[in-house]
């Protein structure tokens, strides 16, 4: 029964890996989407406007 007790392990970690793996999938795009993609979006250009004016600080 070793062998029962040793495989039990990495079976439940790859059931939960795959469920993991389908919520992933299954979240990608949807009515969200649009949502997700402008919040990362403002994110972007909040840190390439800091970083402007971080350089433009070090220029003057």
Avoid at 23 to 51: W, Y
Wanted: net charge neutral; no cysteine; glycine share 4%.
């Amino acid at each position: 029964m070793d062998y029962v007790s040793a495989l039990v392990p990495p079976v439940v970690m790859a059931a939960f890996f795959i469920g993991l793996i389908r919520v992933i999938v299954k979240t990608q795009g949807g009515a969200n989407k649009a949502k997700e993609d402008a919040a990362v979006d403002a994110a972007l250009a909040r840190a390439e406007s800091a970083r402007q004016a971080t350089s433009a600080q070090s220029e003057a």
